[in-house]
């Protein structure tokens, strides 16, 4: 079993950057894939990024690419979200969620989720 625990959300302003970071508690986290969804109210929960468990590949939605950056630090069983130059439409909860295997972007594809942590970004 693995929790996931996210933080790093908050209020910014649009052009502002925040860093997310999944912290992973029980197994460690080094063996498997981490990846980044969005929400919100209404819609369905859509890929952001992924980082595959050995750090060797990572894949963005075509709408952070750029400005958002997916990293890892096994040592510390974390897993960051750095986001640069936010936009309103970036406002959503944030989760992150862990896989064995490839990185995918498929929500049903991952065995473990967090909470989720809020980003507001305003105009």
């Not at 109210?41 to 060797?56: C, D, L, Q, T």
Request: hydrophobic residues 35%; glycine residues 12%.
């Amino acid at each position: 079993q693995v929790q996931l625990v996210e933080s790093g959300g908050g209020l910014v302003q649009a052009g502002g950057s925040l860093r997310l970071s999944c912290a992973a508690s029980g197994r460690t986290i080094s063996g498997y894939t981490v990846a980044w969804f969005r929400q919100v109210p209404g819609k369905e929960r859509e890929f952001v990024a992924g980082i595959h468990w050995s750090g060797s590949s990572t894949n963005y939605a075509d709408s952070v690419k750029g400005r958002f950056t997916i990293s890892r630090d096994n040592a510390k069983r974390t897993v960051y979200l750095q986001m640069n130059s936010l936009k309103p439409e970036d406002t959503a909860t944030y989760y992150c969620a862990a896989r064995g295997g490839a990185i995918s972007l498929e929500v049903p594809s991952y065995n473990y989720w967090g909470q989720g942590t809020q980003v507001l970004v305003s105009s």
